[in-house]
């Protein structure tokens, strides 16, 4: 009986390391190319504001985090840097910084839902024309599935 117990136990704790590391794994499977240099470039050209996403904000953490400089402008948002890979990231313009999870919470009925964030090496992420970017004062990647702050960056 004890080694049935033992068995059960190895089995499910094989399972479920199998299980987060295929949540961890599968973004980065199915996650389309990177914008090539010359589009950021482009992007980067085009926007009135820049920021900058740091590993050191309060609840960033080893699997949640970005570093790199990200550009606002009227039409997009573009980033230059790496994201810690995860599922259903999705982007924010906040009129106030956030770097928790308790303050996103606070501040979600006030900040706008911009799209999706596909790729963690970069990303261009298209402004919806309904959206003035000069309103708010820094982007959020959150990860909607789990809840979870990424990152964020003042950027005016």
């Not at 919470?105 to 402004?127: A, H, I």
Request: hydrophobic share 45%.
């Amino acid at each position: 009986m004890k080694r049935i117990v033992l068995l059960a136990l190895s089995h499910a704790i094989a399972a479920a390391a199998g299980f987060a590391a295929g949540i961890y794994a599968l973004p980065i499977l199915v996650a389309p190319p990177a914008p090539s240099a010359s589009e950021l470039k482009s992007q980067a050209a085009q926007a009135a504001y820049t920021g900058r996403f740091r590993r050191d904000l309060k609840d960033s953490d080893l699997l949640h985090w970005g570093e790199g400089t990200v550009s606002v402008g009227r039409q997009s948002v573009s980033f230059v840097g790496k994201l810690a890979p995860g599922p259903d990231y999705k982007l924010y313009l906040s009129p106030e910084f956030v770097e928790t999870e308790a303050d996103f919470k606070r501040l979600k009925e006030r900040m706008v839902r911009v799209g999706d964030v596909k790729t963690f090496e970069s990303f261009v992420v298209p402004l919806p024309a309904s959206v003035d970017p000069a309103r708010y004062n820094t982007v959020i990647v959150w990860c909607e599935t789990f809840a979870q702050f990424i990152t964020a960056a003042r950027y005016r």
